[in-house]
């Protein structure tokens, strides 16, 4: 059974070195610490010495991947994405990213699948590149920020793009950059332990209480971090829908859309992530390890196989057979 993970960030050398040769002249602040690893300062987003070998080098992911029991690697930019760049330069960037991968799964075919990023800041120069990137080797989906510079995803600005990724069959896959209240959680690392999550949630409820998911009904989303504090509070949203005047356009409640998105495994809690299982169902789960971030499953196959409970088809499908049925694998 193949082992994928959804969840896996890259920066491809080349992005890089366009970030570190042309940053500077569009918006973003570019250095190197003591160390020499570059630094990079862009309007709303610092970003910390992560262009280290296990972000950049694909031997060096491949070994981690062979240590983890990990078949395939979906590659996706995390943070600073593209975003923050103007409108031009972010295309370039989401260029290089996105023809990368392609030569990444042309060289490594059964390693690595991409995931395509787009200037979502110019939503028309997001329509053309991703009716470009479909057409690239190996790409078989589209990664997304949670918001766009502080605008939530059911903007109607971007629904071309939705439009554009439910034609061509590619699901959407979601990550936080730059949380909401990020300026009371700099301590602790809050920013990730409760602003991603929180993220997630925002821009899942956007997605549904926007209309996006009634008007793209085919339309696959999925949501990082075992989706936030989205399926743990929909219970308030439900009862909101049936009290708050704002909410009177919802036709039916927002647990309905539970099963209109996907679920990455990234709990941190095995209880949590069994309890989101029974939620939404053993085919909405899969695998994912934010690798190779300090805060991901080193060995994200062993938390699928000490889930118990399940059959071994059941965890067979969460490791990888539910996620290659979403990117269309087979």
Known sequence: MLK???HAHWFPPEWVELLEREGAKNSAEIARNEQGRLQMLAPGIRLRPNFTPPYVDITTRLKIMDDARVDMHALSLTSPMVYWAPPEFGLK??????DACATAHQKYPNRFIGMAMLPMQA???AV???QRAARLPGIRGVYMATHVNGKNLDEREFWPVYEQCEKLGLPIFLHPVAPVGKERMTKYHLGNFLGNPYESGIAAASLVFGGVMDAFPKLDVMLPHAGGT???LIGRMDHGTTVRAECKHMNQPPSSYLRRFHYDTITHSDPILMNLIR???VDRVVMGSDCPADMSYTRPVDVVERLKELSGNERDAIAGGNAAKLLRMK
Do not use: I, K, R, Y
Request: no cysteine; glycine share 4%.
């Open 4 to 6: 994928l993970d959804t």
């Open 93 to 98: 960037l989401s260029q290089v990213f996105n």
């Open 123 to 125: 939503p028309a120069l």
């Open 128 to 130: 053309a590149e991703v």
């Open 230 to 232: 989205f399926p743990w």
């Open 279 to 281: 939620l939404v169902g």
